[in-house]
């Protein structure tokens, strides 16, 4: 199965700050990636699909790029509520699979 | 809005069965795919298996392969995951989230509330 690496694991930053996340596939995955948020005690959500089309409803400080092995998660200007934590996924072999998250808390 | 509303927190003994269900809400059921996944304590996401409401196909992560059946019942809209000889690392949260179209496993949008399964003697 693919497996995906993000980094860092932990990100610090401050409100207003940017906030650039890393995925790293194992193989190549074309551009089959998404992105995922998740809140404490909450489920995760939808964020980016296809590496980078935004869900419906996402604000567009959100912004996903990269294709084949590597990509990135940006959001421009970090709001109180992004402090989370957020996984990248794999459609491209099944069985999907997720990254090990990287948790972006507040500095 | 489109929703999934999964039953209740269990807690089973080692060697037991669960089935939880997922009651799909505001879209056309046969339209969709449903996952099911799981989140151990402090963990991340691990795929479980996919099902299409539209013809009952099923497939499954090789590592539950014989031990989990999805079902799906259109006339209430609802998905079931069962699970069976339940492990102490089976414990974790489990969701259900809908896939982009009924063809195959793709994106999870949006996920249910999550159930809490406990398994412990």
């Known amino acids: 199965e693919i497996v995906l690496t993000q980094s860092p694991p932990t990100l610090s930053l401050s409100p207003g700050e940017r906030a650039t996340l890393s995925c790293r596939a194992s193989q190549d995955v074309a551009t089959y990636l998404a992105w995922y948020q998740q809140k404490p005690g909450q489920a995760p959500r939808l964020l980016i699909y296809d590496t980078a089309n935004r869900a419906t409803g996402i604000p567009a400080r959100f912004n996903g790029s990269g294709s084949g092995t590597d990509f990135s998660l940006t959001i421009s200007s970090l709001e109180a509520e992004d402090f989370a934590v957020y996984y990248c996924q794999q459609r491209h072999n099944r069985p999907p699979t997720f990254g090990q998250g990287t948790r972006v808390d507040i500095k | 809005q489109v929703q999934l509303i999964q039953s209740g927190a269990e807690v089973k003994k080692p060697g037991a069965s669960m089935k939880i269900s997922c009651k799909a809400s505001s879209y056309p059921f046969i339209s969709y795919g449903i996952s099911w996944l799981r989140q151990a304590p402090g963990q991340g996401l691990e795929w479980v298996g996919w099902?299409?409401?539209?013809?009952?196909?099923?497939k499954y992560a090789e590592r539950f392969q014989d031990r989990v059946t999805l079902t799906t019942d259109t006339s209430t809209t609802t998905a079931y995951m069962e699970l069976r000889s339940l492990t102490s690392d089976d414990t974790a949260v489990y969701y259900c989230a809908r896939n982009f179209g009924v063809v195959t496993v793709n994106w999870f949008d949006p996920w249910g509330q999550g159930t809490l399964v406990t398994v412990s003697s």
């Open positions: 099902i299409s409401p539209y013809n009952g196909d099923t």
